[in-house]
């Protein structure tokens, strides 16, 4: 959520801003619904003085017309009533048009439509190549028997996968590999959070209301209510919203949270010649890292958070490269965001891995995370950021396809070995 008196009083700026995320703003409904917010709240704070005025008469001795008064009161009472109803109207109206707002870019994002604009920073690794035919990763995962998609359309239908024996092993490594490496050397606190969170939640990190297509919904019958609750997309839900209107003591800044779970999308929409596999998944596991900050080191923190997944793709030795991506391809709470691009031998083609995001205030103001500076007790929010840290199927698939031999083995990376009992090969 952007600052609300920004809006009110830079309406201009911040349309002018937005347009380059391709986002346009109604300005004269957001100006018309205001005034008349304006006007009523007005109206009703003049009718509570009238009234408190003719209360304090009531109270006077020698009253003699207090029945009349009594009579103009109750209809002050009804007025105030009715201009709140109709101003909560309003709110809501004006309320809705904010919640689907996104964050403003920073000025250093550069300008662009979609993906193909977004700019590239670095590349990193080598790219082997095989002097024999290349399998992707399904094929390799069926050779091997690690890899069982029948059986995975059979339980939960498509999108859904089943991994055995070596490679299911891998899986759950790469976990704990990453778990250990941002712990012990990112010092990084281990969380371990619901997979289920309130409507509530996915409203402050950005989800709700603009994305509720991408969730797993579930409807939990309480009574006669229904609650509504969701399967987390990201740990970056429930991590962010820990500090959930909290106020933090400054001294406590930065909280460097990390978290393993699975990764439920809907992916409503999604297209692409690579969906098959382990790439695009309705479940998907992810070690997730956030970050909680003074707003004076957000930028340093968006550059360190995605060094912190970078060096997992370097311990693993992975090919891949890191995009600063365009204020087109960012998503909704992100002001910017890098992408970390790892190698696929079989598509000769760089896909997505990780994504890291300074989200600077805008989930803050949407959860009331607020922290006190030492020097004054003012109170402030913090900055929210997240990154994938890594994802694990995508970090498997490549692993699987980078370390491929002839033969269709697959060759563990030494750094593994020790997590996987000195197992070099998958066969």
């Not at 109206?43 to 003085?49: A, R, T, V």
């Not at 028997?145 to 339980?155: F, Q, S, Y």
């Not at 002001?335 to 600077?360: A, G, H, Q, R």
Request: glycine residues 4%; hydrophobic residues 35%; charged residues 25%.
């Amino acid at each position: 959520m952007l600052d609300i008196n920004l809006l009110r009083n830079n309406i201009n700026y911040v349309y002018k801003i937005l347009k380059k995320r391709n986002f346009y703003l109604d300005i004269n409904l957001i100006n018309k619904l205001e005034q008349k917010r304006k006007i009523l709240q007005i109206k009703i704070e003049q009718l509570q003085i009238k009234k408190n005025q003719i209360t304090k008469n009531l109270f006077r001795k020698n009253i003699h017309n207090i029945s009349k008064l009594k009579m103009i009161v109750i209809n002050i009472n009804n007025q105030i009533l009715n201009n709140k109803t109709i101003l909560n109207d309003i709110k809501k109206n004006i309320n809705k048009i904010y919640d689907i707002i996104p964050n403003l870019p920073l000025n250093d994002v550069p300008i662009g439509n979609n993906s193909k604009e977004n700019k590239e920073i670095k590349k990193w690794g080598k790219i082997i190549k095989y002097n024999f035919p290349i399998r992707d990763h399904i094929e390799l995962g069926l050779l091997n028997k690690g890899i069982d998609l029948e059986a995975g359309v059979n339980l939960s239908g498509s999108k859904f996968f089943v991994l055995k024996g070596s490679i299911a092993y891998l899986h759950r490594i790469l976990i704990q590999f990453m778990l250990d490496i941002h712990i012990n050397n990112h010092n990084y606190k281990e969380i371990y959070v619901p997979y289920i969170v309130k409507k509530k939640a996915l409203y402050g990190t950005g989800q709700l209301p603009k994305f509720s297509e991408d969730l797993f919904h579930i409807k939990k019958f309480k009574s006669s209510d229904i609650e509504d609750y969701f399967l987390i997309p990201t740990a970056e839900v429930p991590l962010t919203n820990l500090v959930y209107n909290k106020i933090i003591e400054e001294k406590e800044l930065p909280i460097k949270l990390v978290s393993h779970s699975p990764c439920f999308r809907s992916e409503v929409g999604s297209y692409g010649k690579y969906n098959k596999g382990l790439i695009r998944t309705h479940q998907f596991d992810k070690v997730e890292l956030v970050q909680l900050v003074k707003p004076k080191y957000s930028i340093k923190a968006l550059e360190q958070i995605t060094e912190n997944a970078e060096k997992i793709l370097q311990l693993l030795k992975l090919p891949y490269r890191k995009i600063l991506l365009c204020t087109g391809d960012m998503s909704f709470s992100s002001s910017k965001t890098y992408d970390l691009e790892v190698w696929f031998p079989s598509k000769n083609k760089y896909y997505e891995i990780s994504s890291c995001s300074n989200m600077w205030d805008f989930q803050s103001r949407r959860i009331k995370a607020r922290y006190r500076r030492i020097k004054d007790k003012k109170i402030s929010f913090i900055h929210t950021l997240n990154g994938s840290g890594l994802a694990i199927g995508r970090t498997l698939a490549a692993i699987m396809e980078n370390y491929q031999l002839k033969n269709g083995e697959i060759k563990i990376p030494k750094i593994l070995r020790p997590y996987m009992q000195g197992l070099k090969y998958i066969k």
